[in-house]
């Protein structure tokens, strides 16, 4: 079974500086996605960015970045350049492998979630 | 594109009682899911379907029930709703191209069971 653990209940950033939320995960697959999506206080899961498996960049989209480290199995989602409209919760995500055929169902697995809170 | 789409947004049930929590998307999409979120936690799944007709168990099935007879809609339906069933429920479509995927969610469904 598929375990995510993000070990950060709460993480503070000054504004303006970067931060690193961390995320590990368990699986014995190598066929695999990994997912962040942010929860502001409004409820709305919004996602953030996505890294497969076997891309070997890092993702970026904006000012988010994924931290792929395969080997450690780490999926670390870092923010550059915080601001207040950062403050929500974060979760990291993967979903269920790719079978023999190389298809999935898209079944995500979640964290527990880190509430980051950015102070002006 | 109004995207996922869910109602009610709040419903508070007595125990015994049942409902149905409505889905939709505009997206054309063949994956949906249901997920449940308890207080400070993170989501599970309860149900998923990968096209009209076809559906299948989650994590967290018990006490829950859906069908997907349209690409558009896939309804989740609580019989006999009991405490444990206060939650937060979320509907997500899945998308996906070459290497990258995404799953869109709803603005959810927040529902108390007295």
């Known amino acids: 079974a598929q375990k995510i653990t993000q070990t950060q209940p709460g993480m503070f950033v000054q504004e303006k500086e970067a931060v690193t939320l961390d995320c590990t995960y368990d699986?014995?697959?190598?066929?695999?996605?990994l997912f962040w999506y942010k929860q502001p206080s409004s409820g709305e899961m919004i996602f953030l960015i996505y890294?497969?498996?076997?891309?070997?960049q890092n993702a970026t989209e904006g000012r988010y970045s994924l931290n792929f480290q395969k080997a450690r199995k780490s999926a670390n989602l870092v923010i550059s350049a915080s601001q207040l409209g950062d403050s929500a919760m974060y979760f990291c995500?993967?979903?269920?492998?790719?079978?023999?055929?190389?298809?999935?169902?898209?079944?995500?697995?979640f964290g527990q979630g880190t509430i980051l809170t950015v102070h002006p | 594109n109004a995207g996922v789409t869910q109602t009610p947004k709040f419903r508070i049930l007595k125990i015994g009682q049942s409902m149905t929590l409505q889905c939709t998307q505009d997206?054309?999409?063949?994956?949906m899911y249901w997920y449940r979120q308890d207080p400070g936690m993170g989501l599970k799944l309860i149900y998923y379907?990968?096209?009209?007709?076809?559906?299948d168990k989650g994590e967290v099935p018990n006490g829950y029930n859906v069908s997907r007879s349209t690409t558009e809609d896939f309804p989740l339906r609580l019989e006999l709703a009991a405490p444990s069933q206060t939650s937060v429920y979320f509907c997500?479509?899945?998308?996906?191209?070459?290497?990258?995927?995404?799953?869109?969610f709803g603005p959810g469904t927040r529902l108390l069971v007295l």
């Open positions: 890294q497969g498996s076997y891309d070997e």
């Open positions: 995500a993967m979903r269920e492998p790719t079978n023999a055929g190389g298809t999935s169902y898209g079944k995500l697995t």
């Open positions: 997500a479509s899945r998308s996906w191209s070459g290497s990258w995927e995404t799953q869109y």
């Open positions: 379907s990968v096209g009209a007709g076809i559906t």
């Open positions: 699986t014995s697959d190598q066929s695999y996605g």
């Open positions: 997206m054309n999409h063949n994956y």
